[in-house]
């Protein structure tokens, strides 16, 4: 079994920062993609960041520029730097990976969520 545990979330005034962590446990073999989506009420699921192992990042287009994902020495960890935060980006936040398990085929696994609010 895998699991991702995330943390980081908060309140922040618009204009503000926040940096949301991901790490990945269990038996791993291979991760091949970390990224984070986020849900706002009314609102449908959207990617906010993407690093594939080996590939380039990808961002929405709406945090190019102000969010930053990275990966940690570890390798099982993603960062999400959220930087000139905006009250729309009040939304639930989640880590996705797709991992190669000890039972030889990849996965898709998510967080439990972790909320982020930017007050105006």
């Known amino acids: 079994q895998v699991q991702l545990a995330e943390s980081g979330g908060g309140l922040v005034q618009a204009g503000g920062s926040l940096r949301l962590s991901c790490t990945a446990s269990?038996?791993?073999?291979?991760?091949?993609?970390m990224g984070w989506y986020r849900h706002a009420p009314g609102k449908q699921r959207e990617l906010v960041a993407a690093i594939p192992s080996g590939g380039d990042t990808n961002y929405g287009d709406s945090v190019k520029g102000r969010f930053t994902i990275s990966r940690g020495n570890a390798k099982n960890t993603v960062f999400l730097q959220m930087d000139s935060l905006k009250p729309e980006e009040r939304a639930v936040y989640y880590c996705?990976?797709?991992?190669?398990?000890?039972?030889?085929?990849?996965?898709?696994?998510w967080g439990q969520g972790t909320e982020v609010t930017v007050s105006s």
């Open positions: 269990g038996s791993i073999v291979r991760i091949n993609y």
């Open positions: 996705n990976a797709a991992i190669t398990t000890d039972w030889g085929r990849e996965y898709d696994f």
